[in-house]
């Protein structure tokens, strides 16, 4: 057995509007839940991993391994990234040399501190050359989207169909958050509100199709596999980590219709754990938007290019807990997604690793993925910008 | 605090599109690079810089956008998208500029993709009034609208002459107008002001010259309305025209702004003249700019009665000794301390003398400009062929010209306040642009400007038979921005909106 990195707790707190909380009480409450779950104490902790987008803006946070030393009394390594991925990114690639045992990756966020000013924060950082040019957070998916109508001829009643689709991403997010007691949305929404909102929005792409502004925090612990052995019953391996980076600038990207990024840390990623797109049953996906979240079932090579509405399309009509592809069952976003579960960029990651260590330990609730027996492999797809930068990790159960 | 040093690195790139090609094996980027991704370390020092300036795009995608950004909100809704150049091989953010979308109104996306656009310096967004303007040219309007896409030939200045005069020249106005009785104004859009449309007159004045931009030694803009009270508009034009030498993001030419109410550009027609004759001074051009979003208090304020006639635009014109289209044979100034029209320091808007602006200043000076100049040359009313009058409003230069012996027909056609506003700065050289338009070889113009202080230049002028030849290459002319069928009438609410600006 090699030794894969495996997460042995994790924790989070609800994600949504947090006035009366600092972030320092955010990651705390998100980090004692993980140290609860399996007995490991911060004195225990080698080294620690941060994720956050927008701090040093929103809250004027800047050295931020500063305040998680001052409230965790601890003099270790810390580092910080933008995202959870790569926060485990890097925290993987530690353990697997054998530097540290036992880490904390974790991810914070408070944007609604700054609700007046974040779109232009994160257009500017998101990609700059077009925030100049009049762009918004939105506008990027908006054009996706025609670009993926155009390139592959969808029009008239396929159109509509592929509309709908979209809408029910949306709607099946927001279903799946209503059983998800750390959403920021724990309420369904109809196909019919999704598209009344394109009409308000005169667009393609109306309130409902995008993901939230959102404040939270998600911690998990990270250990080398045999001390996970020692610490749990049910670790959750990470069998592969990859990532890739493309343009900032996305009308300059090569492909406007898809994300080549995913598509490139997917290979690296499945050729690393030797799990393949067919052997995926639990996905979390990145949908900043539903034309995100239709897309990267394709770039993460779910099925083919072009195709994925219609698999949606034909799964939603009387949804199940999953989408069908290509024959094959796949439990999608079951926390809601970034849509309905919130997105607190540097957090979100955290909360979708959460879904699926839930997942594959059986301990989803409500939630659980409803397969003869738990599910075996997971996967989680983030991105930083618009798909500038894009983190696949597989996530799979040594267990029986 | 603004980010200093990404304004600069988009104000270098950014006002005048650019983009790299990398001379080895021909792959195009954006933005401006060092390298080529196929190539490597070989191409270093072996790209070359692409100026998309002159060119034409196409829309490839666009989306609306209804909320945007907060910077961006005086442009409340507009269309968003990417446009590629070069069959493809470059893509840009860009936005339409000049369209206004109401909140009821459904845009036909699929109907813009596909058409051609052209590149478009303006302002990038709102900041605050302390603020450095960021200017941008990822601003974008449809080739076959109002602004018809011109090419930018360089050619040969063969022929000199005698003396000096001007070589080519250039007349720019927004797309949108306010009409109330008779009279019709042009409006600039939010994104416009004083310093886009001097660039805008400069570029058509370039393109109709046919001179190169770094044979203009220097640089005059005029105006009343500069955004700054210090900073120069003629900075910007010099560098968004590549006027002079460039080298080292250096242009090799001399700038100034020019203040004396409405006549600070016709003033500069003489200095520009003498300095490319002037053996030693080694400038072959000089180029004269008059431009103005010309400013006036709301209507029911003090100041505001100047709001009935003020306009937007301007004119631009290269001097020159060879291949010249209507010489300079003289002029006459006068001045006298008249405080008719003034703006105190730190005042959004000017005040107005009342009926005080009419005798002793406007007819008091133009009469005596013109007939010194005519004394001087012995000439008659009936030997000039046109004459044309500063027009701040309909009534005065049709009393001016009649007291001076004129007939309709020799200063009518100059008339352009009906349609134009009073561009102030730009306001007598939009005349002149009108009469140059329509002028045949060896007739004589006489122009006579006023600015408010007071003063008037008048000039009189010979045209030459280039005129005829320089007039094919002009697409936009004082007519054609008059008759444009795309032009777009605007209420009052809006024109207030439009002028106030970013």
């Given at each position: 057995?090699?030794?894969?990195?495996?997460?042995?707790?994790?924790?989070?707190?609800?994600?949504?509007?947090?006035?009366?909380?600092?972030?320092?009480k955010l990651i705390e409450e998100a980090w004692l839940a993980a140290s609860r779950e399996c007995g490991v104490e911060r004195k225990d902790l080698e080294a620690c991993y941060m994720s956050d987008c927008f701090l040093p803006i929103t809250n004027k946070l800047g050295l931020e391994e500063g305040f998680l030393s001052e409230l965790t009394e601890l003099h270790v390594p810390m580092e910080v990234t933008r995202s959870v991925s790569a926060a485990l990114?890097?925290?993987?690639?530690?353990?697997?040399?054998?530097?540290?045992?036992?880490?904390?990756?974790?991810?914070?966020?408070?944007?609604?501190?700054?609700?007046?000013?974040?779109?232009?924060?994160?257009?500017?950082?998101?990609?700059?050359?077009?925030?100049?040019?009049?762009?918004?957070?939105?506008?990027?998916?908006?054009?996706?989207?025609?670009?993926?109508?155009?390139?592959?001829?969808?029009?008239?009643?396929?159109?509509?169909?592929?509309?709908?689709?979209?809408?029910?991403?949306?709607?099946?997010?927001?279903?799946?958050?209503?059983?998800?007691?750390?959403?920021?949305?724990?309420r369904k929404i109809t196909v019919e509100q999704v598209i009344n909102a394109r009409k308000t929005a005169r667009k393609s792409l109306g309130l409902y199709d995008f993901a939230p502004i959102s404040d939270g925090a998600s911690a998990l612990i990270l250990t080398n596999s045999e001390k996970a052995k020692q610490l749990t019953d049910k670790p959750i391996s990470i069998f592969g980590v990859a990532s890739a980076t493309d343009y900032l600038n996305y009308p300059a990207?090569?492909?406007?219709?898809?994300?080549?990024?995913?598509?490139?840390?997917?290979?690296?990623?499945?050729?690393?754990?030797?799990?393949?797109?067919?052997?995926?049953?639990?996905?979390?996906?990145?949908?900043?938007?539903?034309?995100?979240?239709?897309?990267s079932i394709e770039d993460l090579g779910f099925c083919e290019q072009g195709t994925a509405w219609k698999s949606i399309y034909?799964?939603?009509?009387?949804?199940?807990?999953?989408?069908?592809?290509?024959?094959?069952?796949l439990f999608t976003n079951l926390n809601g997604g970034l849509k309905a579960d919130g997105n607190p960029l540097g957090a979100t990651g955290g909360a979708q690793l959460f879904e699926i260590f839930k997942q594959l330990r059986g301990e989803a609730g409500a939630r659980q993925a409803t397969l003869d027996r738990e599910p075996r492999y997971g996967c989680a797809l983030e991105f930083e910008g618009f798909g500038t930068k894009s983190y696949v990790s597989i996530l799979g159960r040594n267990h029986a | 605090?603004?980010?200093?040093?990404?304004?600069?690195?988009?104000?270098?790139?950014?006002?005048?599109?650019?983009?790299?090609?990398?001379?080895?094996?021909?792959?195009?980027?954006?933005?401006?690079?060092?390298?080529?991704?196929?190539?490597?370390?070989?191409?270093?020092?072996?790209?070359?810089?692409?100026d998309l300036f002159y060119e034409k795009g196409k829309l490839e995608l666009c989306t609306l956008v209804t909320e945007p950004t907060n910077r961006f909100t005086k442009l409340e809704t507009f269309v968003y998208g990417i446009v590629s150049f070069h069959e493809g091989k470059i893509r840009v953010p860009g936005r339409l500029t000049d369209q206004i979308i109401k909140p009821d109104e459904t845009v036909d996306l699929a109907a813009l993709e596909g058409r051609e656009v052209?590149?478009?310096?303006?302002?990038?967004?709102?900041?605050?009034?302390?603020?450095?303007?960021?200017?941008?040219?990822?601003?974008?309007?449809?080739?076959?609208?109002?602004?018809?896409?011109?090419?930018?030939?360089?050619?040969?200045?063969?022929?000199?002459?005698?003396?000096?005069?001007?070589?080519?020249?250039?007349?720019?106005?927004?797309?949108?107008?306010?009409?109330?009785?008779?009279?019709?104004?042009?409006?600039?859009?939010?994104?416009?002001?004083?310093?886009?449309?001097?660039?805008?007159?400069?570029?058509?004045?370039?393109?109709?010259?046919?001179?190169?931009?770094?044979?203009?030694?220097?640089?005059?803009?005029g105006s009343e309305s500069n955004p700054y009270a210090v900073k120069p508009i003629a900075s910007k034009v010099a560098q968004v025209l590549k006027l002079g030498e460039e080298e080292d993001d250096l242009q090799g030419v001399d700038a100034v702004d020019t203040e004396f109410a409405c006549k600070a550009a016709t003033s500069m027609l003489k200095d520009a003249a003498a300095l490319v004759s002037y053996p030693g001074s080694g400038i072959k051009n000089a180029m004269v700019i008059g431009a103005d979003n010309s400013?006036?208090?709301?209507?029911?304020?003090?100041?505001?009665?100047?709001?009935?006639?003020?306009?937007?635009?301007?004119?631009?014109?290269?001097?020159?000794?060879?291949?010249?289209?209507?010489?300079?044979?003289?002029?006459?100034?006068?001045?006298?301390?008249?405080?008719?029209?003034?703006?105190?320091?730190?005042?959004?808007?000017?005040?107005?003398?009342?009926r005080f602006t009419g005798d002793p200043a406007y007819f008091k000076h133009v009469r005596k400009s013109v007939t010194k100049l005519m004394g001087r040359f012995s000439l008659k009313p009936h030997d000039v062929d046109y004459f044309v009058p500063h027009q701040p409003n309909p009534a005065f230069p049709v009393k001016v010209a009649k007291e001076l012996g004129f007939r309709d027909e020799q200063y009518v056609c100059s008339l352009q306040v009906n349609k134009f506003g009073n561009t102030y700065s730009g306001c007598s050289p939009v005349g002149l642009a009108a009469v140059l338009d329509i002028a045949r070889p060896e007739e004589r113009i006489l122009i006579a400007s006023y600015g408010s202080g007071a003063g008037s230049d008048a000039y009189l002028l010979r045209t030459t038979n280039q005129l005829l030849d320089k007039r094919k290459r002009q697409k936009v002319t004082v007519k054609s921005l008059v008759e444009n069928p795309f032009t777009q009438f605007v209420d009052y609410t809006t024109y207030r909106r439009l002028k106030a600006g970013m």
């Open positions: 057995m090699q030794n894969f990195p495996a997460i042995v707790a994790v924790g989070r707190t609800k994600f949504g509007e947090h006035y009366g909380k600092e972030p320092e990114l890097t925290a993987c690639h530690a353990i697997r040399s054998g530097a540290y045992n036992t880490v904390l990756v974790g991810g914070i966020e408070k944007m609604t501190d700054r609700w007046d000013k974040i779109r232009d924060d994160l257009m500017l950082l998101e990609d700059p050359w077009s925030y100049y040019a009049g762009c918004t957070p939105e506008s990027n998916h908006e054009l996706m989207l025609r670009a993926y109508t155009k390139k592959y001829g969808i029009a008239g009643g396929n159109l509509k169909k592929l509309n709908t689709a979209l809408a029910q991403i949306a709607v099946k997010n927001h279903s799946h958050a209503a059983k998800n007691e750390y959403a920021q949305y724990q990207r090569d492909d406007l219709t898809h994300f080549s990024a995913t598509k490139l840390a997917m290979i690296n990623a499945s050729k690393m754990s030797n799990v393949k797109p067919a052997d995926i049953q639990v996905l979390q996906l990145y949908d900043q938007s539903t034309v995100a979240e239709m897309v034909d799964s939603c009509q009387d949804y199940k807990g999953y989408y069908e592809v290509q024959g094959k069952k | 605090m603004s980010s200093e040093p990404i304004e600069r690195r988009v104000s270098y790139l950014g006002d005048r599109l650019k983009a790299s090609r990398c001379q080895i094996c021909g792959k195009e980027f954006f933005e401006i690079r060092d390298y080529c991704s196929n190539c490597g370390r070989k191409s270093y020092m072996k790209m070359s810089s692409v052209i590149p478009r310096f303006r302002r990038r967004y709102s900041v605050n009034k302390a603020d450095v303007v960021p200017t941008i040219s990822l601003a974008f309007t449809l080739a076959d609208e109002y602004y018809p896409h011109q090419e930018y030939t360089v050619s040969e200045q063969n022929k000199e002459y005698a003396l000096p005069g001007i070589v080519g020249y250039g007349v720019y106005t927004s797309r949108f107008r306010i009409k109330e009785g008779n009279i019709e104004r042009a409006v600039p859009f939010t994104d416009e002001d004083s310093v886009t449309a001097a660039v805008e007159a400069g570029k058509t004045a370039l393109i109709h010259s046919g001179i190169d931009s770094a044979n203009v030694g220097k640089v005059y803009v400013q006036a208090a709301p209507r029911g304020c003090p100041g505001g009665e100047l709001d009935l006639f003020v306009g937007y635009g301007g004119a631009a014109f290269v001097l020159g000794k060879r291949d010249v289209i209507a010489e300079i044979e003289g002029w006459y100034s006068v001045t006298s301390d008249t405080p008719d029209f003034w703006r105190r320091d730190g005042e959004p808007y000017p005040m107005h003398g009342g």
